[in-house]
């Protein structure tokens, strides 16, 4: 896994899991101010996670996002820490899987028929609407196609059910997620078998960010 910082010596510190193929790009609009800002991307990478940085901070805010929230799930499995707020944003814990995550054929399909045109119709659907999509293009992620192609590889094949160990505050659902559909995020959502949790649901696509300009306002729907 790989990691990008942006610290201004505060106490305060924005966790952010990204999902598959992304890395700080995508975001970067969102300004941050009153926190530090890690993102973790790249899951494929064999760097290990820099816990002990993470646990340096007085507050660690968690926002886990599409393959994110499974990949925070495996990183702290064996670590029991309670985050000052944790949101899962279009994902779960299961994020191949017929019933709670994105179905296994469309998941293998996916795999095995990436390609440059493919991804560009993934960035399509993940983001729908013209202005969305345009900003995207603005903001790609700056990584090869062999590495992303690798990294969903790997998500495909080892997306392993974990035991729930992270108590998320409250999930985002976007009503129009083409990825990671609405009713599968629900059904894992409402079952889940750990403390119950809120669900908030969003006018959005799979790719909610640029209905915002900080981090504080996606924090803002934890809390609220």
Not at 3 to 21: E, K, P, V
Not at 54 to 71: D, R
Not at 209 to 220: N, S
């Amino acid at each position: 896994m790989q990691t990008h910082w942006i610290t201004n010596n505060n106490d305060r510190l924005i966790l952010f899991f990204t999902g598959w193929g992304m890395d700080f790009y995508p975001t970067q609009h969102l300004s941050h101010e009153g926190y530090d800002l890690c993102v973790c991307y790249n899951y494929s990478d064999s760097i290990p996670a820099p816990i002990s940085r993470w646990f340096q901070y007085k507050e660690i805010y968690l926002v886990a996002w599409s393959m994110g929230v499974w990949m925070a799930e495996k990183i702290f499995r064996d670590i029991l820490f309670g985050f000052t707020r944790a949101g899962a944003i279009n994902g779960t814990p299961t994020p191949v899987n017929d019933l709670t995550g994105i179905p296994v054929q469309i998941a293998d399909s996916t795999y095995r028929t990436m390609d440059n045109d493919n991804l560009n119709r993934f960035y399509r659907r993940i983001n729908q609407t013209p202005i969305n999509i345009e900003q995207f293009e603005q903001n790609k992620p700056q990584r090869t196609i062999d590495d992303q192609r690798k990294e969903l590889g790997l998500l495909v094949n080892q997306t392993g059910y974990y035991k729930p160990r992270i108590k998320w505050s409250k999930a985002l659902i976007s009503i129009n997620d083409q990825i990671f559909s609405a009713e599968n995020q629900k059904k894992y959502w409402t079952e889940r078998p750990l403390t119950p949790i809120q669900i908030e649901y969003l006018n959005a696509p799979h790719n909610p960010f640029y209905k915002y300009g900080a981090w504080p306002e996606i924090l803002h729907h934890q809390i609220r």
